[in-house]
């Protein structure tokens, strides 16, 4: 299994960036997936997730701001983020969840200046 992240950089803050991260090498349809971060200093988080039958789940923080979505046609889920704010920089990964482990993307960095 191979997740490939993309669309990281760094924005100033109420500026917006897309994370794409395509899968290969599993059934992308029937696994659940999401979007992690890592800050300086603190410890990996769910940001968003979304499963195989499209329910989503967004952490507080980010409500109304990200946006998780996925294309099975294209082994690919989305993060759309929007109104970024300088506690959002971290490394964003992306995993696919299945039975008996976890997978992850190599990361992207996501850098927000105030």
């Known amino acids: 299994v191979q997740l490939q992240a993309s669309g990281g950089g760094f924005v100033q803050a109420g500026g917006s960036l897309r994370l794409s991260c395509t899968a290969s090498?599993?059934?992308?349809?029937?696994?659940?997936t999401g979007w992690y971060r890592q800050g300086p200093g603190k410890q990996r988080e769910l940001v968003a997730a979304?499963?195989?039958?499209?329910?989503?789940n967004i952490r507080d923080s980010v409500k109304g701001r990200f946006t998780i979505s996925r294309d099975n046609n294209n082994n690919t889920i989305h993060l759309q983020m929007d109104s970024l704010n300088p506690e959002d920089t971290g490394v964003y990964f992306c995993?696919?969840?299945?039975?008996?482990?976890?997978?992850w993307g190599q990361g992207t960095q996501v850098t927000v200046s105030s």
């Open positions: 090498g599993i059934v992308f349809s029937i696994v659940d």
């Open positions: 995993g696919v969840t299945t039975i008996p482990k976890t997978y």
């Open positions: 979304i499963s195989f039958s499209g329910s989503t």
